[in-house]
C-alpha cells in the first residue's frame, strides 16, 4: 500500500486486501481510528479522517475512493458489494461462485469535501458528489447532487449547502501549505 505523510494508523485497523494492494493508496494527512475494518480496495485523498468502528467492506471486486477532505463518523458502514438476497442462488461470502445468487457491486466513491455521518450507510455504486453531507442513520442507494445534505433511510435531499466559506478556507489552506 502506498502510503502519503502525516498518517495516524490505530493498531486495531484491519486491511485485508489494501495491506498487499499496489495500487491501493492513503494520501497525506491521513487518520484512522480504532476498530477500521476494510475487506476492498481503498484510496483515500488526503485530510482524510475515519473516526472508530467503521466498516468498508466489498472483497477484491469492490473499492472504496474519497478525493480528500472527508470525514467518515463512528460506526459507518461503506459496502462495496452486496449479495443482492433474491431467488437467483445461495448466499455468502464462502459460496462457491456457481452456486451464488447475484450480488450487486461498485466502487463507493467520496468528492471532495463529502462526509459520512454516525452510523450511516452506503451501499454499492453510490456516489457522494462534492460536499455532500449524508447525514446519521442514514441509508445511501446511488447518487447524490453536489453539496446536498440528504437524510433518512432510504436518504433524500433535504437541502443544499451555499459552497463560498468552504471553497474559501480550501484555498487559504492550499496557500498555507
Given at each position: 500500500m502506498n502510503q502519503g505523510n502525516d498518517?495516524?494508523?490505530?493498531?486495531?485497523?484491519?486491511?485485508?486486501?489494501?495491506?498487499?494492494?499496489?495500487?491501493?493508496?492513503?494520501?497525506?494527512?491521513?487518520?484512522?481510528?480504532?476498530?477500521?475494518?476494510?475487506?476492498?480496495?481503498?484510496?483515500?485523498g488526503d485530510y482524510v479522517h475515519i473516526s472508530p468502528y467503521v466498516t468498508?467492506?466489498?472483497?477484491?471486486?469492490?473499492?472504496?475512493?474519497?478525493?480528500g477532505f472527508n470525514n467518515i463518523m463512528a460506526g459507518a458502514r461503506i459496502v462495496c458489494v452486496s449479495d443482492r438476497f433474491d431467488d437467483s442462488g445461495l448466499f455468502g461470502a464462502l459460496i462457491p461462485e456457481e452456486f451464488k445468487g447475484k450480488q450487486i457491486k461498485g466502487n463507493v466513491?467520496?468528492?471532495?469535501?463529502?462526509?459520512?455521518g454516525t452510523n450511516a450507510i452506503v451501499m454499492p455504486g453510490s456516489t457522494l458528489r462534492e460536499g455532500v453531507l449524508l447525514t446519521a442513520g442514514s441509508l445511501l442507494i446511488g447518487d447524490t447532487v453536489p453539496w446536498g445534505v440528504y437524510k433518512g433511510s432510504p436518504a433524500k435531499l433535504e437541502k443544499t449547502l451555499d459552497p463560498t466559506r468552504i471553497k474559501r478556507k480550501y484555498e487559504e489552506l492550499t496557500k498555507w501549505t
Open positions: 498518517i495516524i494508523i490505530d493498531d486495531d485497523s484491519v486491511f485485508k486486501i489494501a495491506r498487499n494492494c499496489d495500487h491501493c493508496k492513503i494520501g497525506n494527512r491521513v487518520a484512522i481510528d480504532k476498530g477500521f475494518y476494510c475487506t476492498t480496495h481503498i484510496i483515500l468498508c467492506v466489498g472483497g477484491k471486486e469492490g473499492g472504496f475512493i474519497t478525493e466513491m467520496m468528492e471532495k469535501f463529502s462526509n459520512i
